[in-house]
């Protein structure tokens, strides 16, 4: 097997309202690329949260006494403190500048994937200018999915990818917060390994791998190259519908052996 | 930037002993491909542990008490234990057939990667052969790195990858246990944004992002394309010795949330 990473260039500067599927589309376009069945497009969090005006101005937020207290306790703004704990079900562990949350979405992330850089800034003297994650990043990634499919007929995957920290290893890495039109998570249940004996361990984060593949591509500036367009992959639409979308790699707190 | 992860085909079986380096050279020459400058090679670590002969029977190991107590709390054969426990430095968390240790290279992983799939079973009846992570997976990179370059001239960068699980989601990851002739984590301190601002987060892991999209192609059955070279990255030797390696990754425990 062979992918190819392909950093789509030249996508503008995203506004909200903006039409993505049909600039991504655009832009493929004018590389002189085709899109195939066999691709699958990775865009970055951030430009979808643009283009979906998730945009939080901190000084339209009020904090409450609890949101006052943990920003005092971890020396943090506590109007931010207030827009983590509006986007999550709860603090999982907290330190000095940082709250890692269970986003409303169901990841452990610090401070609910809000995001202060790589944003415009003309009016924002003091910082106060935030985006957050999409309201629902399994059905973007599907509406482009499906505008890809209406304007050129193929059935391409599609992935909404964001930077996260790790528990145990130092450095962020790119992961899948939005899938459509593939299987996040591949089960090899039942099959063999080389020498014919049943697999134990089963279970592979295919859209993680390949949003951390595009990651590298898109570099820490990933506004500059948002689109990456991974060819060879031939992904396949899971027919059981509870086995779309990003959720399938979102374990559940039962099963979580740290909180 | 566009990146092109090569899976390569016709890499014989490894058996103790084998010259990986010469293998890896030969079987990419065989696809008509030259090793370039800008080249990284990814391999699967089961291949580095078979030519570096780290296979254990369990026959051959005498539980302790200790292991023969945790065996029966967690339903885990006690030589199997025992082996895990060697290979530690300590248990993190345990659960039913499950035993998440601190390796003794510093990786928190499930069962101190010790595997029990894809390894020969001719004489092996009862399931006791094993395979443990090679003993200096950086030297080991180191080593291959040396040879190519000695062999053909040019820099290539070199990963050893392995599967491991996450904490909070679902599916293995491929992730870097081993890195020779570029920068693991690179550090974008200082660098600004698309609006000129200095970023906040700085730190990308960079060999997991390559390890991770490598992974992908290799696929489940790691050993049938257990070599994965990574076109267009353009690796770069970092000159502190300190940032050389896969350590750079690794979190210290006194900076870990959550033990």
Same mark, same amino acid.
């Given at each position: ?6 950093g789509i260039?030249d996508?503008p500067?995203i506004?909200?309202? /903006?039409?993505? +599927? ?5 832009? @493929? ?5 085709a899109?195939?069945?066999?691709? #699958? *497009?990775?865009i970055?969090?951030?430009?979808i949260?643009?283009?979906?005006n ?5 000084r339209?937020?009020?904090p409450?006494?609890?949101?006052v ?6 020396d943090?703004?506590p109007?931010?403190v ?8 709860e ?6 500048g ?8 169901g ?8 995001d202060q ?18 309201? /629902?990043?399994? +059905? ?5 999915? @499906?505008?890809i499919?209406q304007?050129?007929?193929v059935?391409?995957? #599609? *992935? ?5 920290g790790?528990?145990?290893r130092n450095?962020s890495?790119g ?6 039109g ?5 089960d090899?249940v039942g099959k063999?390994?080389?020498?014919g004996r049943e ?5 592979v984060?295919?859209?993680d791998?390949?949003?951390a593949?595009a990651?590298?591509?898109?570099g820490?500036?990933?506004e500059?190259?948002?689109?990456v367009l991974v060819?060879g ?7 059981d ?8 790699l979102?374990?559940?707190?039962a ?5």
């Amino acid at each position: 097997m062979r992918l190819s990473f392909i950093g789509i260039e030249d996508v503008p500067m995203i506004e909200p309202g /903006d039409d993505l +599927a049909q600039i991504i589309s655009d832009a @493929v376009l004018a590389m002189g690329e085709a899109l195939q069945a066999d691709d #699958v *497009i990775v865009i970055a969090q951030k430009v979808i949260s643009k283009a979906e005006n998730r945009y939080l101005d901190l000084r339209s937020v009020t904090p409450s006494a609890d949101a006052v207290a943990l920003g005092l306790e971890v020396d943090k703004d506590p109007r931010k403190v207030q827009a983590i704990l509006d986007e999550s079900n709860e603090v999982v562990r907290k330190r000095q500048g940082v709250l890692i949350v269970e986003h409303r979405l169901g990841f452990v992330q610090a401070n609910a994937g809000i995001d202060q850089s790589n944003i415009a800034h003309e009016d924002d003297a003091d910082d106060s200018l935030c985006l957050l994650l999409p309201v /629902d990043p399994d +059905a973007s990634a599907e509406r482009i999915r @499906v505008f890809i499919k209406q304007c050129h007929g193929v059935d391409v995957g #599609v *992935i909404i990818n964001d930077s996260l920290g790790r528990a145990w290893r130092n450095g962020s890495l790119g992961l899948a917060i939005g899938v459509a039109g593939f299987t996040a998570l591949e089960d090899y249940v039942g099959k063999t390994d080389i020498y014919g004996r049943e697999l134990k361990v089963t279970l592979v984060a295919a859209a993680d791998e390949m949003a951390a593949g595009a990651s590298l591509v898109m570099g820490q500036t990933s506004e500059k190259t948002p689109v990456v367009l991974v060819r060879g992959y031939q992904p396949k639409e899971p027919e059981d519908q509870a086995l779309r979308g990003v959720r399938p790699l979102i374990r559940p707190k039962a099963m979580d052996l740290f909180r």
